[in-house]
């Protein structure tokens, strides 16, 4: 929370960009110390890697201070108020954290949480049904998430290059 209220807080873009990179490396850290490989392996490359870089991408192609606002606009807080408001809405009927009797606790999750060591020899549980229960699953998911990262550097490569043509970039 303090890391995020810095980061909103920092007028240089360049460094919010880096100190969210960094952020996001500590939490693939700690989720590996947590023996969550498959969380720690995702945040890594996606929330450090990918997403840090896409975000220096595009300041290299805009400035890097961000522009002091004219005025407080409230429709965003308005937005987000009403975003909150609605999500808070749509937990209303969910069932109480953790209640035994909640669905999803009585029907695969016995059978992964007791045959899973057996079955799949893999000490960590997320692992196990996310690496062997949910594989394709998994695959198809990091799929999507390749193609969009590709796209995204597509678009910013096409965005250089007509600007190169144009002669905006010329030394």
């Not at 937990?91 to 899973?116: C, F, K, W």
């Not at 998911?141 to 043509?165: H, K, M, N, S, Y």
Request: net charge negative; with cysteine.
């Amino acid at each position: 929370m303090a890391t995020a209220v810095r980061i909103a807080r920092l007028r240089g873009l360049f460094s919010a960009a880096i100190v969210a990179g960094i952020y996001s490396l500590l939490g693939a850290c700690w989720m590996s110390v947590l023996d969550q490989p498959d969380v720690a392996f995702t945040e890594a490359s996606v929330g450090a890697g990918i997403s840090t870089v896409l975000i220096l991408v595009t300041l290299s192609l805009t400035t890097s201070e961000e522009k002091e606002p004219e005025h407080t606009p409230l429709l965003p807080l308005i937005v987000i108020l009403i975003t909150g408001a609605v999500l808070v809405y749509g937990t209303i009927d969910m069932p109480r954290l953790g209640d035994p009797d909640n669905q999803v606790h009585r029907h695969v999750a016995p059978r992964y949480i007791n045959e899973s060591p057996h079955e799949v020899e893999v000490p960590n549980l997320v692992t196990a049904v996310l690496a062997s229960y949910r594989g394709y699953d998994t695959l198809g998911e990091t799929a999507v998430i390749f193609t969009a990262g590709i796209g995204v550097l597509i678009l910013l490569g096409g965005a250089r290059r007509r600007r190169w043509v144009a002669g905006e970039d010329r030394e």
